[in-house]
């Protein structure tokens, strides 16, 4: 018997019309990242998603196919759930409204309210939106007279309908809402849900009879119930509504259905009144997310910029899309997704930040401690203050996940990951690894940054739950991964002195783009070439150039990405570099000076138009400066962004 709170959250049901794009991948993550905030903070989690399938708009689209309603969306259905399962989604359970266990529930339903009288058949003539499955009345279209969410024409319908008793429930509706700050979020919504309420509540017409894909009326089979009346029901299916009460009675009322912000009506008002109809709580929480637009731009068909989910995760992994959804955009707010941004924020925070966070590390750990983390003795300030910020980062993530600020929480894990990065240059792990009489020092050092490693796998699981994994099976920590809690990074300490660790293994390669115009090369003539020549004979004795020679050199700050030594040479590293607009390769002769990942990370600067040239089969495009005095040497390093010039 689990004696662990429940918490159930649900995501719309997906209209299986079109295929599934980025928004709705947008939304299906927020819920995602929740529920597994959530299981690891110790809550009995059930998390639904699902599909929406009936209604007339579906039933023209398989006629015109040739095919049957459920045929036509078996195939789409599928392409859903595969959806799900490649961007990581743990939803507990996937209801299609297609299924005979739903109908169950939607009969029972609309058998009970019209047993008490709040189901009532009538004559229905109204506007009706078939896209989005909606009446209207004439003073809720927009001003061209069309539909208000979606602005395509509506039909007036003239029918035979049951309605539904809304307006009997209007007032305690408003009451609910009024004395439930929490119910509708952000606090925008819910002032738009009150002023829609005042504007008053009219019957809803529940029923048509000029199509039959649906779920008949019980009482009267040539009706089939109103989708939204049908697909707002999904939500008591799964969780035993008509034969587990003791499961429906943990999780219902549900404590948060997230969805799009155009449907919190349907959310936070129809649905309210069908519940207090039934006698049932209401759900604790109706959240309404922003809306995903791509470079500025409303997805749509006929503008051809819908981005489809599966190219992009086949193209950069679920996990980084995952990471740009939840943190570029503030719930509740609409925001952007362009090509260009999650390209930058992978090359930035999960190739560099991250990934060269856990590739020094372990590198570290394997080259100067055979991998193995000692355990720590004493403990310097810096040590301590590594340790103070991760137990300060556990405690921020865990109150900003609660109340739903999930980019603040993502940004609050980052600046750990930065203070770590930072931790290695202040601590230079390769300078104490010289020192015989600084062993236990350097252990205390990668004691700490294994253990911010640990913390940081449990912090970033619900938002990257596939990388998460990665770095716990690459620290090889014994505790099964999928059993990780919250609570075990509640106390620092959490890995054994003697534990081995696992060899270092890239978690996001660095995403080319397409290289700009490189900088011009001199084109020489031959008279040029001839008359160089000469010059740099004439100057041979000279020191002094002039400011055209100086000119000639293109100087820029650049940033270490990777740096490796050149097998089997003892001066040659093989540095990565950022120039800003592209990346390159080069070897520069300052093994002797440096451990390579002492450079990792910095900014310096680069002759950046030198000839490239073929050093120990690499070829070396650029150079960095460094100054030298006797036996030392030190590189240029400035305080500059990437791409800056030097003059
Ligand atoms: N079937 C109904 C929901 C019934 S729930 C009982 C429906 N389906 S939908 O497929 O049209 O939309 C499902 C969800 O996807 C909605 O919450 C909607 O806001 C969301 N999104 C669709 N496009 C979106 C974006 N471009 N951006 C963010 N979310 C968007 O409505």
């Avoid at 579906?58 to 309603?69: D, F, K, L, W, Y």
């Avoid at 890239?506 to 490189?518: N, S, T």
């Avoid at 020549?533 to 990405?561: G, N, Q, T, Y």
Wanted: net charge negative.
């Amino acid at each position: 018997m689990s004696e662990k709170k429940p918490f159930y959250i649900t995501t719309p049901i997906y209209y299986p019309s079109a295929k599934l794009h980025i928004g709705h991948a947008y939304c299906t993550t927020i819920a995602d990242a929740i529920a597994r905030f959530k299981r690891l903070a110790g809550y009995d989690v059930f998390f639904l998603t699902g599909s929406d399938e009936h209604g007339q708009k579906i039933q023209r689209t398989a006629e015109e196919q040739g095919v049957s309603p459920l045929e036509y969306v078996d195939g789409i259905v599928a392409e859903f759930q595969k959806l799900w399962v490649r961007l990581g989604i743990s939803n507990d359970d996937f209801i299609r409204t297609s299924e005979a266990r739903h109908h169950r529930v939607v009969q029972e339903i609309f058998r009970r309210i019209y047993e008490k009288g709040d189901i009532y058949k009538g004559s229905y003539t109204g506007l009706y939106c078939t896209p989005c499955e909606s009446y209207w009345t004439e003073h809720q279209l927009d001003e061209n007279g069309c539909c208000p969410d979606c602005h395509r024409p509506v039909e007036q319908v003239s029918e035979e309908a049951y309605f539904f008793k809304m307006s009997k429930y209007a007032d305690r509706v408003l009451q609910y809402i009024e004395e439930n700050p929490e119910f509708i979020q952000p606090v925008s919504r819910r002032n738009e849900m009150i002023n829609f309420i005042k504007q008053g509540l009219e019957d809803l017409c529940i029923s048509r009879t000029s199509f039959d894909w649906g779920i008949p009326v019980p009482m009267d089979e040539k009706h089939v119930i109103y989708v939204w009346f049908d697909a707002l029901t999904n939500y008591l299916t799964p969780i035993g509504f008509l034969d587990d009460a003791e499961k429906f009675g943990k999780y219902w009322p549900a404590d948060l259905h997230l969805v799009g912000k155009e449907i919190v009506r349907f959310h936070s008002i129809i649905w309210p009144c069908i519940l207090m109809a039934l006698d049932l709580p209401l759900p604790k929480m109706v959240y309404g997310h922003g809306w995903l637009v791509v470079d500025g731009d409303k997805m749509s068909k006929s503008k051809g910029n819908v981005v489809d989910p599966l190219l992009l995760i086949d193209e950069f992994s679920a996990d980084a899309i995952r990471y740009f959804l939840l943190r570029e955009i503030n719930l509740g707010q609409d925001g952007n997704f362009s090509r260009d941004a999650l390209i930058t924020r992978i090359n930035a925070d999960l190739a560099n930040d991250l990934g060269n966070l856990l590739h020094r590390t372990l590198n570290m750990i394997g080259k100067f401690q055979d991998g193995i983390v000692l355990a720590p003795e004493g403990e310097s300030e810096i040590d301590a203050s590594l340790k103070a910020d991760a137990m300060a980062t556990v405690r921020a993530f865990r109150e900003g996940m609660e109340q739903m600020k999930l980019s603040e929480s993502i940004k609050k894990v980052w600046a750990f990951v930065s203070r770590a990065n930072k931790y290695i240059d202040e601590t230079a792990p390769w300078a104490l690894a010289k020192d015989p009489e600084k062993k236990q020092v350097l252990a205390n050092t990668m004691y700490h940054l294994a253990e911010s490693l640990r913390f940081i796998s449990v912090l970033i699981s619900p938002y990257m739950p596939f990388t998460a994994k990665r770095i716990w099976e690459q620290l090889a920590l014994p505790q099964p991964f999928d059993e990780v809690q919250l609570s075990d990074i509640e106390t620092w300490g959490g890995i054994a002195g003697g534990h081995r660790v696992g060899a270092p293994e890239q978690l996001f390669p660095r995403i080319e783009v397409e290289k700009e115009a490189q900088p011009a090369k001199p084109q020489q003539t031959q008279k040029q070439g001839k008359q160089q020549k000469k010059a740099e004979k004439r100057e041979e004795p000279a020191a002094e150039i002039s400011m055209e020679d100086f000119s000639k050199i293109h100087l820029r700050v650049v940033k270490v990405l990777a740096a490796e030594k050149v097998p089997e040479t003892d001066k040659l590293l093989k540095l990565t570099v950022d120039l800003g607009n592209e990346k390159r390769e080069i070897v520069s002769g300052i093994a002797k000076h440096y451990e390579p990942e002492e450079l990792i990370g910095k900014n310096v600067v680069m002759v950046i138009n030198l000839k490239p040239a073929k050093i120990r089969g690499i070829v070396s495009h650029g150079m960095v400066l460094a100054a030298s005095a006797g036996d030392e040497l030190k590189v240029l390093s400035v305080d500059m962004p990437i791409g800056a010039t030097v003059r």
